[in-house]
């Protein structure tokens, strides 16, 4: 009894080392690379993006791309090396430390191939899903407007599962909103920003949940119909909210979404987040997500939505 331990600590050993290796042939062979595209090795590393001044100066060509930097970790490619369960067994146990994670650090990487075909909204990411999980008739439109009210919203007389009024403070605008026909629902980072930043590689039902995910506060936002339509599908490079106090909240949460589903980002897009994050004066500190939200938006990702079945 006495060699016990020293047998389970070579056992665990041989473990680690069979299940290292085999999962680097899994993360090849996995359908979730779809969401974790192997890329070439990224070749400049820029930190401190907002006091960066050489962005635009090394050599840029239509094939480089910007990722938000993540350091070594089961966040990285989460899906192909473990299991849901597995990662929420560490995080309870403590077995994964918390560590920040600078949204303002960006690897310069080169994409190869584009998307065959032109973003197409319903053939590729379909509309809003009713959710048979929830029991109820509504779908993500209307889950987004019940979940964003300040006070409990009516539904429509003539039909229960639409919502005809609430309150909605839009933060593009400043302004409350008490009409639902007032209110869109706009994706954080567009559909067609998010399909070609990465997501022509996702299966249909990828994108599909990526259209209507709820699992955070940002991801889908209730807002002025008319900001929504003036925003459309462009990054920060095009449009910012005319509500400047949001200015450094909408760039952070730009970043984040970007980062939660690996997307990537064009020349463009970073210098203006960088402009802008100097001209708004927002504060590099607070442009930094928690590895453990990180990994539980990413656990979320994983699993399996009826809806888009």
């Given at each position: 009894?006495?060699?016990?331990?020293?047998?389970?600590?070579?056992?665990?050993?041989?473990?680690?080392?069979?299940?290292?290796?085999?999962?680097?042939?899994?993360?090849?062979?996995?359908?979730?690379?779809?969401?974790?595209?192997?890329?070439?090795?990224?070749?400049?590393?820029?930190?401190?993006?907002?006091?960066?001044?050489?962005?635009?100066?090394?050599?840029?060509?239509?094939?480089?791309?910007?990722?938000?930097?993540?350091?070594?970790?089961?966040?990285?490619?989460?899906?192909?090396?473990?299991?849901?369960?597995?990662?929420?067994?560490?995080?309870?146990?403590?077995?994964?430390?918390?560590?920040?994670?600078?949204?303002?650090?960006?690897?310069?990487?080169?994409?190869?191939?584009?998307?065959?075909?032109?973003?197409?909204?319903?053939?590729?990411?379909?509309?809003?899903?009713?959710?048979?999980?929830?029991?109820?008739?509504?779908?993500?439109?209307?889950?987004?407007?019940?979940?964003?009210?300040?006070?409990?919203?009516?539904?429509?007389?003539?039909?229960?599962?639409?919502?005809?009024?609430?309150?909605?403070?839009?933060?593009?605008?400043?302004?409350?909103?008490?009409?639902?026909?007032?209110?869109?629902?706009?994706?954080?980072?567009?559909?067609?920003?998010?399909?070609?930043?990465?997501?022509?590689?996702?299966?249909?039902?990828?994108?599909?949940?990526?259209?209507?995910?709820?699992?955070?506060?940002?991801?889908?936002?209730s807002a002025s119909g008319h900001e929504n339509t003036v925003k459309s599908d462009q990054g920060p490079e095009g449009y910012m909210p005319p509500n400047q106090a949001f200015s450094c909240t909408y760039l952070q949460r730009w970043l984040m979404v970007k980062l939660i589903w690996h997307m990537e980002m064009n020349e463009n897009e970073v210098l203006a987040i960088?402009?802008?994050?100097?001209?708004?004066?927002?504060?590099?500190?607070?442009?930094?997500?928690?590895?453990?939200?990180?990994?539980?938006?990413?656990?979320?990702?994983?699993?399996?939505?009826?809806?888009?079945?």
């Amino acid at each position: 009894m006495k060699f016990l331990p020293v047998k389970i600590m070579t056992l665990v050993r041989r473990v680690r080392s069979d299940y290292s290796e085999r999962m680097k042939k899994i993360m090849l062979q996995s359908h979730f690379r779809l969401l974790f595209p192997l890329l070439t090795t990224a070749v400049f590393t820029f930190s401190s993006a907002f006091a960066a001044d050489d962005i635009g100066e090394q050599p840029i060509s239509p094939q480089t791309k910007f990722i938000v930097n993540e350091p070594a970790g089961p966040w990285v490619s989460l899906a192909p090396f473990r299991s849901p369960i597995e990662v929420a067994a560490d995080l309870l146990t403590g077995a994964i430390k918390a560590i920040t994670l600078p949204l303002l650090k960006w690897d310069r990487i080169i994409v190869k191939t584009g998307p065959e075909k032109k973003y197409d909204r319903i053939p590729q990411f379909g509309k809003w899903e009713q959710d048979p999980d929830t029991g109820k008739c509504y779908n993500t439109r209307t889950r987004t407007l019940i979940r964003d009210s300040k006070v409990p919203v009516t539904f429509d007389t003539k039909n229960n599962c639409l919502v005809s009024a609430g309150q909605w403070n839009d933060p593009y605008t400043g302004q409350t909103y008490t009409k639902a026909l007032e209110i869109q629902i706009d994706h954080f980072v567009p559909l067609k920003n998010a399909f070609d930043s990465g997501a022509w590689r996702w299966s249909k039902q990828l994108r599909c949940l990526y259209a209507n995910y709820m699992k955070n506060s940002f991801h889908l936002v209730s807002a002025s119909g008319h900001e929504n339509t003036v925003k459309s599908d462009q990054g920060p490079e095009g449009y910012m909210p005319p509500n400047q106090a949001f200015s450094c909240t909408y760039l952070q949460r730009w970043l984040m979404v970007k980062l939660i589903w690996h997307m990537e980002m064009n020349e463009n897009e970073v210098l203006a987040i960088t402009n802008l994050g100097k001209k708004f004066g927002c504060k590099e500190s607070d442009f930094n997500i928690s590895s453990s939200d990180l990994l539980k938006q990413r656990i979320a990702i994983q699993k399996p939505y009826r809806m888009c079945q």
